[in-house]
């Protein structure tokens, strides 16, 4: 069973347009969560990292939300760019000594359309 | 500043041919990751160093499968013999000594075997 869960799996919006991906995960107890953003043909670039403490985290027009109770999490898109366009992974750090061990989830595709 | 580099960026091989990735970390970072990325499976960590010592290498698929870090800017990952399931992007990434930052990934080596 993935312990890392992401919904949609894909998503078409217009530019413009707001947007929020969701992300459910089962890692317990877990040390910090994190969203990554992959380009077409590149490795994936950290947008955010939120301790288990945290309950959201912006970075530009991307903002985390960290619900620790729920164990969900959600990232907000604000006023979606064409450069948005790519998959974004959630990402889960395991407390303790796995720390580095990070669980990924299988991403959301996002297209966004002029 | 330079990120981490992956070489080559693209490998086609045949069947039973050895394959070497290569991979140079950021500077100054005291840990590395190997990582597989298939549509089935996203990304899967195959085996991390902490200042160049194998820490853990569960997730290695196979004793076909080898990776070394001789030095603190170079670390290669091998496969011998390659089979065709071994087709994936191999991204290499790299973090300071803190669990709480980010890893930087390489653009990955696209690996085809034939």
């Known amino acids: 069973k993935n312990q890392v869960e992401q919904s949609p799996q894909s998503l078409i919006i217009l530019e413009g347009k707001n947007c929020t991906l969701q992300?459910?995960?089962?890692?317990?107890?877990?040390?910090?969560l994190r969203w990554y953003k992959q380009d077409t043909g590149r490795g994936p670039v950290s947008l955010t990292i939120?301790?288990?403490?945290?309950n959201t985290k912006s970075n530009g027009r991307y903002t985390a939300t960290l619900d620790a109770d729920t164990k969900q999490s959600s990232l907000h898109i604000t006023a979606s760019q064409l450069s948005d366009s790519a998959s974004y992974i959630c990402v889960v750090s395991p407390y303790g000594g796995a720390t580095n061990k990070l669980i990924f989830g299988t991403g959301t595709l996002l297209a966004v359309q002029p | 500043d330079a990120g981490v580099i992956q070489s080559p960026r693209h490998e086609v091989t045949e069947m039973g041919q050895e394959v070497t990735l290569r991979c140079k970390p950021i500077s100054g970072h005291d840990y590395l990751f190997w990582y597989r990325q298939t549509m089935m499976r996203g990304l899967e960590l195959l085996i991390y160093f902490n200042n160049n010592v194998p820490i853990d290498d569960s997730g290695m698929p196979e004793d076909r499968f080898s990776a070394k870090m001789p030095n603190a800017s170079f670390s290669t990952l091998k496969i011998q013999p390659s089979e065709p399931r071994d087709s994936a992007v191999y991204f290499c990434?790299?973090?300071?000594?803190?669990?709480?930052?980010?890893?930087?990934f390489g653009d990955g080596t696209r690996l085809s075997i034939l």
């Open positions: 939120m301790t288990f403490s945290e």
């Open positions: 992300c459910n995960y089962t890692v317990s107890p877990f040390s910090n």
């Open positions: 990434a790299s973090s300071d000594k803190y669990s709480n930052q980010p890893q930087h």
